[in-house]
DNA sequence: TCAATCCCTACCGTTTCACTCGGCTTTATC
DNA sequence: GATAAAGCCGAGTGAAACGGTAGGGATTGA
């Protein structure tokens, strides 16, 4: 029951990309050596929220990330779902598919429908404009509390 | 992000000792053929949920489980906790120990914090007992259903 | 005594995690 | 038009966890 560290590596990359969003690309190593995350393993994690529709590239010199759209507009559960493949807690909370056959007499499924209620709301109401805002008063409560 | 089947047999097994509960020691076969769980690997579940606690053992012929207490005590985070360890959907959330050592610039930080509490919130409030009476319900629903 | 039960340790094949590596293509700039 | 900076891509890898299985012990009621 742990994200892996993907989760958390993608979110703060675009995150990274939502601080310097309308400056124009930012390259793979600035947004790995800004956050410490081995630039090779990030390329991959970029790659599925390339796919995912969440950031889009220009290639050559002087090349990087862009989002696709503003950060309010991007919510925490699509990075998530892009990277980690889904956010359900067990397989038969899924829309539709793989419902295990004895579904109907599980005594523990109303309790994952009810956790994965909660859950997808928390992500899908949290935009990574919210975690980016947030994330710029800390840094500013840090500079104050380092100068005084 | 996902439980183990530890968690969802788990917590099956005790849902299963709960109906039972009253009654006297259910043996671990009879729990694993009603639920159709491997023996040998529900009797490691068991050992867990023992450690923990949750149950008692008796030995010997006819011996077998017992929850340690009725089942409206509880709660399914215990249970949870006991057969994955944590329920924590990222290491640096948990109490105390083991925050990583960028913690408060981590810019994914405060949505894990949020997302933890809503969790356990669901997890510390839901009982054991709730569940069996809602799969008891259940089942006489799935009855009246085959019967017109 | 013997059979049913729980107790314990060890193993095992598969998958996922968290990376790394090496080579390719594209493109701005000198 | 060479070159260097960037992204693109597939493959490989050591360690850990998952989801069991196997086999022998210890305990106890009948």
Redesign the interface.
């Known amino acids: 029951?742990?994200?892996?560290t993907k989760?958390?590596y993608g979110?703060?990359a675009v995150?990274?990309l939502a601080m310097r969003y309308g400056d124009g690309p930012v390259s793979l190593s600035a947004v790995a050596t800004e956050q410490?995350i081995s630039e090779a393993y990030l390329e991959q994690l970029m790659r599925s929220l390339k796919t995912a529709g969440i950031v889009k590239t220009t290639r050559g010199k002087s090349g990087g990330y862009l989002l696709t759209k503003e950060p309010a507009a991007i919510s925490?559960l699509e990075v998530?779902r892009a990277l980690?493949g889904?956010?359900?807690?067990?397989?038969c909370v899924g829309s539709g598919a793989n419902v295990c056959e004895?579904a109907?007499?599980?005594?523990?499924r109303?309790?994952?429908l009810?956790?994965q209620s909660?859950?997808n709301a928390?992500?899908a109401e949290?935009t990574i404009g919210e975690?980016?805002e947030?994330?710029i008063e800390?840094?500013k409560r840090?500079e104050h509390a380092r100068l005084s």
């Open positions: 029951m742990k994200f892996s989760g958390t979110l703060r995150v990274e410490g925490v998530l980690e889904s956010t359900d807690v067990v397989d004895n109907c007499t599980c005594s523990a109303p309790l994952f009810k956790l909660r859950i928390v992500l949290t975690l980016t947030d994330h800390q840094k840090i």
